[in-house]
């Protein structure tokens, strides 16, 4: 994006907010300045690294008025296959699963696809593991997940190891806790950073499900070294999507049986010399995952029809 009229000496920083037109930026020094977007066309995530000049606005000091090229750019669509930005520049997705609300383990594959398909480092978390898991699919899941080769850490309000572990992933990466709303990411980011006033997740014991208190994803330097984001609680979740012949490379063991289908655009349904239909019976892909995978296959082939997703500014 083209800077446009200069106001004054320009400046680097990263995007720590964004609301609207509005946005909190990170300078070199380490001083926060609210900025205003500089033109209608210009937009900015979390993690996006910003040029900015002084200037008095309604938000504050500052106008951003260019936003440098990203590393990556983690994005969700919605109903309509518009892509909507979620954060920029990140090495790491930290999926958090709970028992309460019941864990959408669909939810958490197209986390860990989409961080595949980023070539992102993954781990899954699950959070209040001290507490009863009524539907009994928690531990197996979580077994599976470190089987195909995800770290799977547990954490508690009760344990404080497991928040210590996670705080030695963080380190040095530039992370953000995803999922469900009411899984308490906002309550690990309060642990993990002592003093920030995060908005703490409630979850309503009539319906089980998460109340959203995170609005806006926010950037955070962590204590030990690292950055992390706390994004939004949602209560559901598709990146944008590859084309259908490439979905199976966001299921890490999916991809590899698929390397000995008969065909190489084998798309793993009912197709003769599936290898990935064999390492299903053979129990090296589980069942709920692949057919997780097929469900994201079937949404990609809708959106497929409606071309590439446009990016929502």
């Keep these: 994006m083209k800077p446009g009229r200069e106001a004054g000496p320009q400046s680097t920083g990263r995007v720590v907010a964004s609301h609207g037109r509005d946005a909190s930026v990170v300078d070199d020094s380490g001083r926060e300045i609210h900025c205003r977007l500089q033109g209608r066309r210009l937009a900015v995530v979390c993690g996006d690294r910003v040029r900015w000049t002084p200037a008095h606005t309604e938000a504050g000091a500052g106008l951003i008025v260019e936003v440098l090229p990203r590393r990556n750019l983690l994005a969700r669509i919605d109903s309509r296959g518009a892509a909507e930005p979620v954060a920029a520049n990140l090495t790491q997705l930290v999926a958090v699963v709970a028992t309460i609300p019941a864990a959408d383990f669909g939810l958490c594959d197209r986390y860990l696809a989409a961080a595949e398909w980023n070539g992102l480092a993954a781990c899954v978390v699950a959070n209040k593991c001290d507490l009863d898991d009524a539907s009994g699919t928690l531990a197996p899941t979580l077994e599976d997940y470190a089987r195909i080769g995800y770290p799977v850490l547990r954490t508690s309000k009760r344990l404080a190891e497991g928040v210590d572990a996670l705080r030695e992933r963080l380190a040095g990466e530039t992370s953000a806790l995803v999922g469900q709303s009411g899984v308490g990411k906002s309550s690990l980011t309060n642990r993990l950073i002592p003093g920030v006033e995060a908005a703490v997740d409630e ?111």
């Excluded at 003769?272 to 069942?287: F, I, K």
């Design 203 to 313: 979850v309503s014991r009539a319906s089980e499900s998460g109340r959203h208190t995170t609005s806006t994803a926010s950037l955070y330097a962590l204590p030990s070294g690292g950055e992390l984001i706390d994004s939004p609680g949602v209560r559901d979740f598709a990146p944008p999507l590859p084309a259908p012949r490439n979905i199976a490379g966001g299921y890490r063991e999916i991809a590899v049986a698929a390397a000995d289908c008969r065909f190489r655009d084998c798309l793993h349904l009912r197709e003769p010399g599936c290898a990935v239909a064999e390492a299903n019976l053979a129990g090296r892909v589980s069942a709920r995952r692949l057919d997780s995978y097929r469900r994201l296959l079937t949404l990609a082939g809708q959106l497929a029809g409606r071309g590439p997703p446009r990016l929502r500014r």
